[in-house]
């Protein structure tokens, strides 16, 4: 597994994801490396978020794809406990 991305290095932002109840967020970064992570977020109030990891991305992945699948997977993001 490769080092995560600096904050200063170039990406872009792929697409966001929320989930079913709005209440979880998922940014897909792609960086110049060619690799992908996800910047999740958690709702507060209002239109405000919060990142899940104090700024730490989740990755990487080979594609925006693989991110999307691997997100929308996960119990957090479908908001189950489990």
């Known amino acids: 597994m490769s080092e995560p991305p600096m904050p200063e290095q170039e990406c872009r932002s792929a697409f966001k994801l929320y989930s079913e109840d709005g209440k ?4 897909v970064l792609e960086f110049r490396n060619g690799e992908t992570y996800l910047d999740e977020q958690e709702w507060v109030e209002g239109t405000t978020f919060k990142n899940r990891h104090s700024g730490r991305l989740v990755g990487p992945f080979a594609s925006p794809a693989d991110a999307e699948k691997f997100i929308v997977a996960t119990p957090w993001f479908r908001g189950s406990r489990a």
């Open 24 to 27: 979880r967020a998922a940014d």
